[in-house]
């Protein structure tokens, strides 16, 4: 009689996940996910409902969270394991604070991607070179590479993805209830940061649902951007949160006066070019409240 599957046999199930693609069994609409995080999960999900009956693959920096990733369907392997043959859609979600050599990984991941459907790499809206406050759309030139190692680590990602003729999604503030900017300086109390810096905010479920729009585009060398068209500024986001009534921690307020500005972000020209609009237009939408 055959053996059951054991769920905590992770190493086992994700060697033979390794294995299944080494043998040339990937499909056609088949999607690795470079991270799996809470990000990358939204995306397999949403993937599977517009693929039913493709594998989805995870890749991650340790063991820790396959059993989760086996019980979603997510087929897991570890960093630095080896397939040998190569997917028609990848996407990137990893964060670059887990490594050493983020462009490094992204070029690892551009590897196991054949060429044919689409590679996505979720980066930031730091890289636009605004920080007065001042509007910001696709065309906005980026930072020169130089000027911060925190722009730096993307840009340098950014020009790998982009030399495979992968897509780049530049994102803004991820959001959901439990995680956020909102819920950081929810648990500080007290931020030492201006109260009048703007901020764009897009809610996971959103980044997710442009995310996989875009795979679907099969697109090639394109930088596209992500948020929900409402920016606010610090203190109108914590406004917004006393106002729901939906958490129990009081924000006392932010206390700082010279750190720089944000930018207000619009992608008008990402969501004509997909096809797409946010589940949650705005921050306050999401929470249920009036601006």
């Not at 769920?7 to 069994?25: D, Y």
């Not at 590479?145 to 003729?165: C, H």
Request: charged share 25%; with cysteine; aromatic share 8%.
């Amino acid at each position: 009689m055959a053996k059951p599957l054991q769920l905590n046999a992770s190493s086992t199930i994700a060697n033979e996940a390794v294995e299944a693609a080494s043998s040339g069994l990937v499909g056609e609409y088949d999607l690795l996910i470079v991270g799996p995080g809470v990000l990358g999960r939204l995306v397999a999900e949403k993937w599977r409902e517009e693929h039913p009956g493709c594998q989805v693959f995870g890749q991650t920096v340790s063991t820790d969270h396959h059993d989760e990733l086996i019980k979603m369907g997510i087929n897991p392997s570890l960093k630095g394991t080896t397939a040998t043959h190569r997917f028609p859609y990848v996407i990137f979600c990893a964060p670059p604070y887990q490594t050493s050599d983020y462009p490094g990984d992204v070029r690892v991941a551009a590897l196991n991607w054949n060429g044919e459907g689409s590679f996505l790499f979720t980066s930031s809206s730091a890289p636009y070179d605004c920080n007065d406050n001042g509007p910001c759309d696709e065309d906005t030139p980026a930072v020169p590479i130089g000027r911060s190692p925190r722009t730096d680590v993307l840009l340098k990602a950014e020009n790998v993805v982009l030399e495979f003729g992968g897509c780049v999604l530049r994102l803004a503030g991820l959001y959901k209830a439990d995680r956020g900017a909102h819920v950081y300086w929810l648990e500080k109390g007290t931020v030492e940061a201006r109260p009048d810096h703007i901020l764009n905010l897009i809610h996971y479920e959103d980044a997710a649902s442009l995310s996989v729009a875009i795979l679907k585009k099969n697109f090639h060398g394109r930088i596209f951007l992500g948020c929900d068209n409402h920016p606010l500024s610090r203190q109108e986001v914590m406004d917004l949160v006393a106002k729901s009534g939906k958490f129990s921690k009081k924000f006392e307020g932010f206390t700082g006066t010279s750190d720089p500005l944000g930018k207000r972000l619009n992608n008008l020209k990402t969501r004509e070019e997909i096809g797409w609009k946010p589940k949650y237009s705005s921050f306050s939408d999401f929470l249920g409240v009036s601006e």
